[in-house]
T-cell receptor, first 114, second 114 residues
Framework: KNQVEQSPQSLIILEGKNCTLQCNYTVSPFSNLRWYKQDTGRGPVSLTIMTFSENTKSNGRYTATLDADTKQSSLHITASQLSDSASYICVVGDRGSTLGRLYFGRGTQLTVWP | EADIYQTPRYLVIGTGKKITLECSQTMGHDKMYWYQQDPGMELHLIHYSYGVNSTEKGDLSSESTVSRIRTEHFPLTLESARPSHTSQYLC?????????????FGPGTRLTVT
């Protein structure tokens, strides 16, 4: 069964600190892995997309890593800001269909305190 | 910022009413999607479309219906709303870049059925 598991479920950090979010998946055949940021009451916004040949990708203070062998990914946020408070969703795409089906994790709810 | 729009953003209606959630995009994307998301849960695909006059049901069974008469427009209709339909509905569209279908999400419609 294709699944995406994220940890921790929620996380509270102080402004300026770094944090790392984890994602494990069982989606096969694997095509790509994405991290989205979803603010409360809004739609998800893409942060990074990685294919199986990429093991790291950065977008400003966000750095995602991918280990396709162990089927794990992480999202590292450096020098956190209050605006980073959001749900971070790991999404894995398969290449078994022309639709490019996506499998979503439940997200990690990050709260940044001043 | 993606050019995909949803209206209304919030809707509270009584049981048995017919409603249509609007979704439009100005990116010329062929593929469009409807997802349902409950608080703290993953997104579930309920409908998708490959293009004009194409509609398919997604992974999650839904009593809603969709239509795709124009490329830019993908409305979702509930003929008779029930409290179990209370949820957030997210519309998305995708275009292909280097073999990856990047999905862009609208801001969502928060539906409450009383």
């Amino acid at each position: 069964k294709n699944q995406v598991e994220q940890s921790p479920q929620s996380l509270i950090i102080l402004e300026g600190k770094n944090c790392t979010l984890q994602c494990n998946y069982t989606v096969s055949p694997f095509s790509n892995l994405r991290w989205y940021k979803q603010d409360t009451g809004r739609g998800p916004v893409s942060l990074t997309i990685m294919t199986f040949s990429e093991n790291t990708k950065s977008n400003g203070r966000y750095t995602a890593t991918l280990d396709a062998d162990t089927k794990q990914s992480s999202l590292h946020i450096t020098a956190s800001q209050l605006s980073d408070s959001a749900s971070y969703i790991c999404v894995v795409g398969d290449r078994g269909s022309t639709l490019g089906r996506l499998y979503f994790g439940r997200g990690t709810q990050l709260t940044v305190w001043p | 910022e993606a050019d995909i729009y949803q209206t209304p953003r919030y809707l509270v209606i009584g049981t048995g009413k017919k409603i249509t959630l609007e979704c439009s995009q100005t990116m010329g994307h062929d593929k469009m999607y409807w997802y349902q998301q409950d608080p703290g849960m993953e997104l579930h695909l309920i409908h998708y479309s490959y293009g004009v006059n194409s509609t398919e049901k997604g992974d999650l069974s839904s009593e809603s219906t969709v239509s795709r008469i124009r490329t830019e427009h993908f409305p979702l209709t509930l003929e008779s709303a029930r409290p179990s339909h209370t949820s957030q509905y997210l519309c998305a569209s995708s275009g292909e870049t280097s073999g990856i279908h990047e999905q862009y999400f609208g801001p969502g419609t928060r539906l409450t059925v009383t």
